[in-house]
Each structure stands twice: as structure tokens, then as C-alpha cells.
């Protein structure tokens, strides 16, 4: 959308006459500024009339609107099946950038300040193929930390202490990817059941910070302080080198479906901001109740207004969009890969060198759009997750239940190179955020201590929740002492990490993995602000091995280009920044149809050198092996290759008692189901 919209600037501004606050609305009949007492934010101290232009804009000027100062809307118009018109109702600017709450639980906008020193801190402007995001969530994160003070944790200037940000920094992630931080809500039913919205997706407003998230001091220290302690969280982790990425939710605000709550899009033009029938049932592709209607000029605008704010006002590096399949609805609410907002998106100049991921998937029809979204964005690849658990997970319980797995190493070879199969080839390898698990799932414990979910204790009857995991408990459902089990659990634990880590793409590692966190089979956890949820920092032994297991991977990563190409290689010639792949089988052989494709023959070598443009030449030698029996694995001798360094064997927490040093044609015994990475010189 281009800055010089006819709609022009939206909200509040501050003008040489005094606040001026513009909203839109096409079909009102009148529009009323509120003004509170400042001693009562329910008491209506001023209201003024606001004049409607020919865009649809309602606006007006007054020096009533200062910083600080609470306000509200009054909005009448028709009545009919698509409108909630109500002259008596309070509504919030959608626009409003900072929000405050009523003894009685209402809301209302404030006039912010901005005013912040940057102290000439820039964003950190991570690599693509450097980048390793870290999804997590402000309070969980840090609420249980011992070496916090009390008022820091949960909070965003807990994410941001030196024990914290040295945490992120030891373990080797570069960007901290953020649940929702914009303004929620808990849906009704939740309140009823005596439950909350844990995880924040469910929207009020797209411009302020979520209150609860900041410390007491901030809360309760006037206008512009919780703004304040987000930018200084943001401030201290780009001096540390570490990005932050926010998980935005725009397809569906708080609102709900009809029956729901009225603060602010519904009463100011629900015909225009929510998909609708003619007789005013709600087409919802979200699941959430309502959906935005991304087919109007204002709902694309709302968008690109709020990602310029967090972007440049509050210098966030990047954006995830939850359920973006529908911000590329159309009209019909049928997805476009060149709807007009997912190309303002990346096209917009405001936005440039900012990180854009994309959920590629919604609730609707035609819903999975997985590697159909324009060049520029990155899409969790849930091809890569669903292969990588089921080849370490259900393929090995296939095969202990019926001799053979379902599957040969094929599909998963393609998934650790790029997916080049799903995305493509101008979009190369980076188009792929790879993920093992999300924040909505099985952690990566439970996925090999758990065949179904548990999800009692949500009120749903164990009704919610997928019950498409591909885990596998190993042979006790649940948490057991027994050695052997807890002994492959951690080796497999080991596998699912090391394909992450170790594959092409953008990889995304959920806060907690590293430590094997466990939810106790919940995979639906959105509900549960506890301990069930909070990351618990008293590790046991397997644990700290763990998390070493994960650093090591990371620095491997960091140290290892061939591991992470830009673009996709095309057989016959070298193109930079690709990665030149060679593949054998067992025997040091090339692959064979029956090597890629059959069951029985799970094993594979994978040699890819790096064509680099800006670091050191590099060649890595992977071996994968998914079968519970040991296998002799001969190294391929290939031009150029001298020799092999073991760099790190999953059948092992610690690889410092293995041979390190290998030869081109030598035999190695490969451990059951495990992964080995070597370093090829010559």
C-alpha cells in the first residue's frame, strides 16, 4: 500500500492545533470523540463530533488529545444483518497505541509517547542462512528463572536481563522468535471455564504491547512506560546480536463470532473489517469466529500500518504470521499468491530487510497453501516436521510392530536438502522455516514418550488437539525408569534435533527442547499459564547433555556453510552459494532406486560441498540411519576427498572417547537409528 493513501495517516497524531485523531468508517452515520475524567476512566468528561470526508475517514482536531489523555468512540449507522451499530457503546480506536482498563473491566485508548532513546543501537541483521529462530513465549520463558529478581520474571525486561540474553547467546540461537505480544484477550468461554489464553492469540489491538507482560513498575508507571520497557527489551537484545520476530495474529481479532464481544471493529463497521453473508452469518476461516475481510483496501492498510509501527517505532527484525493463508483471500475468500496485501507486504519500502514468515495455512477451504506464497517469504514447512517424526518415530514403531518400517530414507533426504520439491527454485532453500515442534503440539520429549494426547485438563473432553502427532512412546505410555526406553527416548530425541539442525532451511527450535521439556502429553496447552507450560531451569543430567547435544549442533551449523545454502544447485553446474550434493548408499556406492525407496534400506550418505560466495569452501559428509540395528557403513571415496573428522555421532552424548580420523573406503559400524556428521578435507 502506498504511503501516500487516500485515507491518509489513521489514529492519533500530535499537530501545532492539537491531537488529531482520524478513523475510518464507510457506512456510519456519525461518529462521537470521548474524552474521560482523568481521575475516571468511566466518566465522559468531553465528547465532539467528528466530520466525515469523502474517503470514509471520520476525524477531528483538539487539544484534548495530549499524551496521556483517555478516549474512547461513540459510532452510529443503519441497522441490518451485517451492522452492530450502537450510539451508546464505547468502542477502541483500532488505531490506539496505548490501552487502559476500567475499574469495571472496559477498555479505553490512551494517547501514547512515543519518546524513546535508541542510543544509535541498530538491528542486528542476521544472514538468512545464518538465521536460527528461537519460539518463545515473554513469561513463560523467564517466570520460573532462579536467576532473576522476582519483579523480572514474566516479563519483557526478564527477556532481557544478562542471565536471560547469556542463556540465548551460550546455547547459539539468533533470533527470538515471540509468541504474541500485542494486546489479548481471553475468549468467553475460556473465562467461563475458569481458564485463560495462554499463548495470546486472540487480538484486541494491533498497535500496543500486552500489559501483563511488563513489570509492576512499568503497569503502573504512567503513559508510555510498558511501551518503553518493550523497547528497552528489544534495545538489549540487538546490542547482544540477538534479533526479535513477532508472532502477529491478523486473520481474526478478539471479537469473536456475532454473540461476541463489541470493543472496537464491529462497532465501527463490521459490513466492511469482517467477512460476511449478506444476512450477516460470519465466514470464518480461522476457527476463531470471525475473519478479516483482506479484500478491503482498510484491512490491508490496518496491516501494513501496524508492521510499520513494530518495525520502525519499535524496531522489531521480522514478523510470523499466524494463519496467513487468510490475509491472501480474496473476495471469494479464495487464496491469491499475489493478493495485493502479501505483495504491499514485501514490496512496501517501509518494511524492507524485515523477516517475513508465513503460517501458509488456514481453516478454510483450499486452506494448505505450503510453497505457494510469493518469493520473499519464508513458510513453516510442516512436510519437514511430519516427515522428520515420522522416519525417527512411527516408522520405527512400524517396524517393531511389523519387521519393516513404511518408508524408505527418500522422502526424508529431500526434506533435509531444502524441500525443493515444495518450494520453488528462484525461492531456494531459505523459502523453508524447518521445525520439529511449535508452540501448538507435543514438545519434542513427549513426542517420544507419548502415542496420543492428554488434554484433560483443557475442558474439552480431550476433544481438542491433534491426534495426528506421529510420536511414538517407545513401549510405555509416559513417563518410566526403565533404561532401556528412557535410553532410545533421548537417543531419539537426539535424531529429531540433529535433522533440524543439520538440513537446509531456516531452522526454528521451540524454547525448551533443548532441555527435553514436557508438557505431560498435553499438545494443546494453550489454556495453562503454569508450570506445565513454564520452562522449568532445574535440569537433570540427560537434560544438561541435552542441551550440549543442541549447542554443538548450533556451532556446527555456524561453522559449516555447506550445511546452509542459499540457493538450490542444478545438476551440472555450480551455482553459488548452493550446495553440490553427492549420495551413497551403505556400501559407499551410489544410490539406487531400491536405496532410496525401500523399507529395508534405510541408510544413506549425503556429501555436500558448498560453492561459497563469502566464506571458506566447505564439505560435510551426513550419514542417516533409520533402522534398530546396528549397520556397516562404508565411506565413499570421492575426488578430492582425503579424508573424514568425525564431528558428532547421535548414539552418543559425548563423542570425545570416539576415532575421530577416518579414510575414504573405510568401514565404520553405524549405531542403531542415529545420525553422523563428519567434516570431509582434502
Avoid at 46 to 51: F, G, I, K
Avoid at 109 to 125: C, E, L, N, S, T
Wanted: charged share 20%; with cysteine; glycine share 10%.
Amino acid at each position: 500500500m502506498a504511503s501516500n493513501d487516500p485515507l491518509g495517516h489513521l489514529g492519533v497524531r500530535q499537530t501545532p492545533r492539537g491531537g488529531e485523531l482520524r478513523v475510518f468508517s464507510t457506512h456510519a452515520t456519525a461518529v462521537e470523540l470521548c474524552i474521560f475524567a482523568p481521575d475516571d476512566p468511566t466518566w465522559i468528561a468531553e465528547t465532539h463530533a467528528m466530520h466525515r470526508m469523502r474517503s470514509g475517514v471520520w476525524h477531528i482536531t483538539t487539544r484534548s488529545l495530549a499524551p496521556g489523555v483517555r478516549y474512547g468512540l461513540r459510532v452510529d449507522g443503519p441497522t441490518g444483518p451485517t451492522h452492530a451499530f450502537d450510539p451508546e457503546r464505547v468502542l477502541l480506536d483500532p488505531y490506539a497505541r496505548g490501552l487502559a482498563r476500567t475499574p469495571d473491566g472496559d477498555w479505553r485508548g490512551y494517547v501514547q509517547d512515543d519518546a524513546f532513546d535508541w542510543g544509535g543501537v541498530q538491528k542486528p541483521r542476521i544472514p538468512l542462512d545464518h538465521t536460527v529462530l528461537y519460539e518463545a513465549h515473554v513469561k513463560g520463558l523467564t517466570k520460573l528463572a532462579p536467576e532473576l529478581p522476582d519483579e523480572l520474571r514474566g516479563t519483557y525486561a526478564g527477556l532481557a536481563h544478562p542471565s536471560t540474553i547469556g542463556y540465548l547467546k551460550d546455547l547459539g540461537v539468533t533470533t527470538v522468535e515471540l509468541l504474541p505480544i500485542h494486546q489479548f484477550v481471553s475468549e468467553q468461554r475460556l473465562q467461563g471455564q475458569g481458564l485463560v489464553n495462554y499463548w495470546g492469540y486472540n487480538t484486541l489491538n494491533f498497535f500496543t504491547p500486552h500489559a501483563a507482560y511488563a513489570t509492576r513498575q512499568a503497569q503502573f508507571g504512567g503513559t508510555g512506560a510498558v511501551l518503553r520497557e518493550v523497547k528497552g527489551m528489544v534495545k538489549l537484545l540487538h546490542e547482544a546480536g540477538l534479533e526479535v520476530v513477532l508472532d502477529v495474529v491478523y486473520n481474526h481479532t478478539s471479537e469473536e463470532g456475532p454473540e461476541g464481544p463489541t470493543t472496537s471493529f464491529r462497532g465501527i463497521d463490521a459490513a466492511t473489517y469482517y467477512r460476511q453473508t449478506p444476512d450477516g452469518a460470519y465466514i470464518d476461516t480461522t476457527g476463531c469466529g470471525n475473519t478479516i475481510d483482506f479484500s478491503q483496501p482498510v484491512a490491508q492498510r490496518l496491516v501494513l500500518d501496524s508492521l510499520r509501527y513494530w518495525a520502525n517505532e519499535v524496531q522489531v527484525d521480522g514478523f510470523r504470521f499466524d494463519l496467513m493463508a487468510t490475509l491472501g483471500r480474496d473476495a471469494g475468500a479464495e487464496f491469491d499468491p499475489q493478493h495485493p496485501l502479501l505483495r504491499a507486504i514485501l514490496d512496501d519500502p517501509a518494511l524492507q530487510g524485515v523477516k517475513m514468515i508465513a503460517e501458509p495455512w488456514d481453516v478454510g477451504m483450499g486452506g494448505w497453501q505450503v510453497g505457494a506464497f510469493p518469493n520473499g517469504y519464508h513458510e513453516w514447512n510442516d512436510g519437514f516436521r511430519d516427515r522428520a517424526r515420522a522416519f525417527w518415530l512411527t516408522d520405527v514403531g512400524t517396524a517393531r510392530a511389523h519387521g519393516t518400517a513404511s518408508e524408505g530414507i527418500g522422502s526424508l533426504a529431500r526434506r533435509i536438502t531444502g524441500s525443493a520439491h515444495v518450494f520453488a527454485a528462484e525461492r531456494g532453500p531459505l523459502a523453508s522455516v524447518n521445525f520439529i515442534t511449535a508452540h501448538d503440539g507435543f514438545t519434542v520429549a513427549d513426542l517420544t514418550a507419548y502415542n496420543s494426547k492428554h488434554n484433560i485438563g483443557n475442558g474439552e473432553d480431550n476433544r481438542d488437539g491433534t491426534d495426528n502427532n506421529r510420536s511414538f512412546n517407545f513401549g510405555v505410555e509416559g513417563l518410566t525408569d526403565d533404561p532401556v526406553i528412557t535410553t532410545a527416548r533421548r537417543k531419539a530425541m537426539r535424531n529429531l534435533l540433529g535433522t533440524l539442525l543439520l538440513s537446509a532451511g531456516i531452522p526454528m527450535i521451540t524454547a525448551g527442547d533443548e532441555i527435553g521439556r514436557s508438557q505431560r502429553g498435553n499438545n494443546n496447552a494453550y489454556c495453562h499459564d503454569s508450570e506445565l507450560t513454564w520452562l522449568d531451569w532445574d535440569h537433570d543430567g540427560w537434560q544438561q547433555d541435552l542441551y550440549r547435544v543442541v549447542r554443538r549442533l548450533l556451532r556446527l551449523r555456524r561453522e559449516n556453510p555447506a550445511l546452509r545454502p542459499v540457493r538450490y544447485g542444478r545438476w551440472g553446474e555450480t551455482v553459488p552459494n548452493a550446495t553440490q550434493m553427492d549420495w551413497f548408499n551403505k556400501d559407499g556406492q551410489a544410490m539406487t532406486m531400491t536405496d532410496w525407496d525401500s523399507p529395508a534400506e534405510r541408510t544413506l550418505q549425503y556429501l555436500a560441498a558448498s560453492t561459497p560466495e563469502f566464506e571458506e569452501f566447505n564439505r560435510i559428509l551426513l550419514i542417516v540411519h533409520g533402522i534398530e540395528e546396528p549397520v556397516e557403513v562404508t565411506l565413499p571415496a570421492h575426488d578430492g576427498v582425503e579424508g573424514y573428522t568425525l564431528l558428532w555421532d547421535s548414539s552418543h552424548d559425548d563423542i570425545t572417547d570416539q576415532v575421530s580420523e577416518h579414510a575414504p573406503g573405510e568401514t565404520l559400524v553405524v549405531g542403531p537409528t542415529s545420525m553422523l556428521l563428519f567434516r570431509a578435507h582434502g
